[in-house]
T-cell receptor, first 115, second 111 residues
Framework: DAGITQSPRHKVTETGTPVTLRCHQT?????MYWYRQDPGHGLRLIHY???????DKGEVSDGYSVSRSKTEDFLLTLESATSSQTSVYFC??????????????FGPGTRLTVL | SQQGEEDPQALSIQEGENATMNCSYK?????LQWYRQNSGRGLVHLIL?????REKHSGRLRVTLDTSKKSSSLLITASRAADTASYFC???????????FGQGTILTVHP
């Protein structure tokens, strides 16, 4: 699994509370991504990072923020959790860009329930 | 919006049979990837096919790409119960290695 861990693996929280999910990688991959997976929608990109302190929005970024202060860690924060953010969240990494670097490696996922 | 769309949404077969899944996409691409997801796990990369390739093999997997029809297919030959999983196609986004995933095909292989 390319040394990608996510924490926590499961979390139940209440509407309005802030939540931070952590992705940690040991592969020194430059690119990191946060996806959410919901029935009927497949995987959708929330935010991504193309280097330390370099991040940008993905397809479904509203209500989420990210930070990457070092290569190995990529944090996803739900500033005020809503029930619509109940989902399974996956972190992924990619070594680089260009030919030979297209494969993404995924973490085991975090199941988040917002009550 | 989804770039890739898989068909069928679900497929149920017996062990030993072949399984074929299709992916259609909307815009020009320079490569297309297939991933597998076992229940409760993260996605695992299976194979990448480039736009200048029409067919690619990896073990029991055969992937085809038809850029004129904007479609790809994944064939799993001699399927096994362990092949039971969801299969996703993914196409490149505009930059930074971003991928757009389809909704996936759920494959069930009965022993």
């Amino acid at each position: 699994d390319a040394g990608i861990t996510q924490s926590p693996r499961h979390k139940v929280t209440e509407t309005g509370t802030p939540v931070t999910l952590r992705c940690h990688q040991t592969e020194n991959h430059r690119y990191m991504y946060w996806y959410r997976q919901d029935p009927g929608h497949g995987l959708r990109l929330i935010h991504y990072s193309y280097g330390v302190k370099d991040t940008d929005k993905g397809e479904v970024s509203d209500g989420y923020s990210v930070s990457r202060s070092k290569t190995e860690d990529f944090l996803l924060t739900l500033e005020s959790a809503t029930s619509s953010q109940t989902s399974v969240y996956f972190c992924a990494t990619q070594q680089g860009r260009g030919s030979g670097y297209n494969e993404q490696f995924f973490g085991p996922g975090t199941r988040l329930t917002v009550l | 919006s989804q770039q890739g769309e898989e068909d069928p949404q679900a497929l149920s077969i017996q062990e030993g049979e072949n399984a074929t899944m299709n992916c259609s996409y909307k815009t020009s691409i320079n490569n297309l990837q297939w991933y597998r997801q076992n229940s409760g796990r993260g996605l695992v990369h299976l194979i990448l096919i480039r736009s200048n390739e029409r067919e690619k093999h990896s073990g029991r997997l055969r992937v085809t790409l038809d850029t004129s029809k904007k479609s790809s297919s994944l064939l799993i030959t001699a399927s096994r119960a362990a092949d039971t999983a969801s299969y996703f196609c993914a196409t490149p986004g505009t930059s930074y290695g971003k991928l757009t995933f389809g909704q996936g095909t759920i494959l069930t292989v009965h022993p």
